[in-house]
Nanobody
Framework: QVQLVESGGGLVQAGGSLRLSCAQSGGTFWLNIMGWYRQAPGKQRELVASITSSLVTNYADSVKGRFTISRDNAKNTVFLQMNSLKPGDTAVYYC???????????WGQGTQVTVSS
């Protein structure tokens, strides 16, 4: 059974930085596609960034140039470095792991990020 545990959320002022971490237990980490999604109140969950096992990254237009996704396969962990944060980045951030070969998809419990103006 795959479990994802996020950490690193919190309250920060606009222009500040936060680093989110997501540790995976179970499964084969290096085979998956890891992603960060976010959901603001009253809005749909949206993709923020993703990274494949071959380190191909993808970002939402709204975070390009400000956020960086990375992964450490030795530690089964994916990171999201968030710089130049804006109040519009306020949301619950969820870690996601996809295993395309078997069609499995897993979510973390979410971590709150609040950016004050």
């Amino acid at each position: 059974q795959v479990q994802l545990v996020e950490s690193g959320g919190g309250l920060v002022q606009a222009g500040g930085s936060l680093r989110l971490s997501c540790a995976q237990s179970g499964g084969t980490f290096w085979l998956n596609i890891m992603g960060w999604y976010r959901q603001a109140p009253g809005k749909q969950r949206e993709l923020v960034a993703s990274i494949t096992s071959s380190l191909v990254t993808n970002y939402a237009d709204s975070v390009k140039g400000r956020f960086t996704i990375s992964r450490d396969n030795a530690k089964n962990t994916v990171f999201l470095q968030m710089n130049s944060l804006k109040p519009g980045d306020t949301a619950v951030y969820y870690c996601n792991a996809q295993f395309p070969a078997v069609g499995h998809n897993y979510w973390g419990q979410g971590t709150q990020v609040t950016v004050s103006s």
